[in-house]
């Protein structure tokens, strides 16, 4: 069955995922939340915690955003490669996110990098940020996953030499260590291994995207050692440092080691929506 | 030990304070991020007077998503802002000012020294913008919008807004200091 997807229930749907992924987290990181607070035994870092879960709480309520920090806007989209869309998606998604601005509100991040004007209505030259895939199908998905700056601005990327592979860990350690408080732990590391300068990079950012209790025995170690800094919430000590490590690899040049490591906030938020695949 | 202040804060009013205590603040906040501390620090060089009163004040790193209203302006989200960026300017700031408290996340960088006995770094849960907001009664004026929204100084009325925890005491005590020391120590051990 072909399905009907318009210009205007794309710019729609945009408004919609955007406004639940600023005012819901998701299930998995309200869950990994709660048990953290269980778990803490610092009073400081426990009052922290459910400070953030008080704030989940009535942002939903409310539906307003949880973060004054509403991000830069990133999209990942799904295209059935037997669609066909007789609209410019990346228009339909670009006016969804300048109405989606003033309609939730959002806080207007988007500035031109050197004079730093702001655009006003979080769009600009490269935002928002849209990723395509091509899949099998005629479904469309859209996924959006606005990023904060704190958070973002404490990732990494290294090019380490092909036989430090033993190093691996280390870098990501440290990043977390330099980190500290700044980008509002507990904080989710997605981890990018391989690829090129920039596929480390992109495998890091769509790891934050994984279900935060599907972790693999390597992810469950970093994260172990991670929790034993004892940077705690906030960075005001404490054992729950992160929640989730999760890594992504990609096979890489014979002369090559990149290693990118994305720093998500607790604030993990991302929402998607499909047209239609079963419809 | 918990507190419970009043702006405009007076120096023993802080002085009291020690790293971990827990405090709530009523009165007038001023929300001032990079390009404030920027537009701040250039006027005093040049001699010139700001459009606001910093005498007792309390600065909080914060760029708030505000609602524009029929009267003036709504808070929707206020929650605190990366305050390592604004190491670098903070002790020029408190030389030529007055500002008896800072609110933000995440602890500063080489501040201690120049905190003090006249200022205390307070934090407050980052991203907790939604809870931060309850506690934000209103909004009397806004300076410099041109910055944009969240670089401009919005002035905020409080009303027990917190729990802070005092990050960086006026005696030296820096709570965040004491956590990364440890880290560093744990992660030179594995
Ligand atoms: S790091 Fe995340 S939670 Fe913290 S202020 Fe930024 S967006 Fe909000």
């Keep these: ?279 | 030990m918990e507190f419970h202040l009043k702006t405009p804060l007076k120096k023993e009013d802080i002085t009291q304070l020690q790293a971990g205590d827990i405090v709530y603040i009523t009165g007038t906040v001023f929300t001032a991020r990079d390009e404030a501390h920027a537009r701040i620090l250039e006027l005093t060089e040049k001699g010139d007077p700001l459009p606001f009163d910093l005498d007792g004040a309390v600065i909080y790193h914060c760029g708030p998503l505000m609602k524009k209203t029929n009267g003036g302006w709504e808070v929707v989200a206020a929650g605190p802002t990366t305050s390592g960026r604004m190491s670098k300017m903070t002790p020029l700031l408190l030389e030529e000012h007055n500002v008896c408290a800072i609110i933000g996340k995440g602890g500063m960088q080489d501040v201690v020294e120049s905190l003090k006995g006249r200022c205390v770094y307070l934090a407050y849960t980052g991203g907790c913008a939604a809870l931060a907001a309850r506690s934000i009664k209103s909004v009397s004026c806004v300076h410099w919008l041109d910055l944009g929204m969240p670089e401009a100084v919005w002035s905020l009325d409080v009303v027990e807004f917190g729990p802070l925890i005092v990050g960086i005491d006026p005696k030296g005590g820096d709570l965040f200091s004491n956590v990364r020391k440890h880290a560093k120590r744990v992660f030179s051990g594995i």
């Design chain 1, 1 to 279: 069955m072909t399905v009907n997807i318009t210009r205007e229930k794309v710019v729609e749907a945009t408004i919609d995922i955007l406004r639940k992924a600023e005012t819901e987290l998701p299930d998995d990181v309200v869950e990994a939340l709660n048990r953290a607070e269980i778990d803490e035994s610092d009073p400081v870092a426990k009052a922290q915690i459910q400070g953030i879960l008080e704030n989940v709480r009535i942002a939903k309520e409310n539906a307003v955003p949880m973060c004054q920090d509403t991000g830069i806007l990133i999209f990942y989209v799904e295209i059935g490669r037997s669609l066909r869309l007789d609209f410019d998606l990346k228009d339909a998604i670009t006016e969804g996110v300048r109405r989606a601005t003033e309609a939730i509100p959002l806080r207007p991040n988007a500035v031109e990098p050197l004079t730093r004007k702001n655009s006003g209505d979080n769009t600009g030259s490269g935002l928002p940020d849209i990723k395509y895939e091509l899949v099998e199908g005629d479904g469309l998905t859209i996924t959006v996953a606005p990023k904060g700056a704190g958070s973002e601005n404490m990732s990494t990327l290294t090019m380490l030499n092909p036989t430090e592979v033993g190093s691996i860990k280390n870098f990501i350690l440290e990043t977390v260590l330099n980190a500290g408080g700044m980008p509002c732990p507990p904080i989710i590391v997605g981890v990018g291994i391989g690829g090129s300068f920039d596929k480390a990079a992109r495998l890091a950012k769509s790891a934050l995207l994984s279900r935060l209790d599907e972790m693999n025995q390597f992810e469950r170690e970093i994260l172990d050692e991670i929790n034993s800094l004892g940077i705690g919430p906030m960075g005001l000590g404490g054992s729950t440092t992160a929640l989730a490590v999760h890594v992504r690899t990609a096979h890489c040049h014979t002369a090559s080691l990149p290693v990118a490591v994305n720093i998500q906030c607790w604030a993990n938020r991302h929402a998607s929506i499909t047209f239609g695949g079963d419809e």
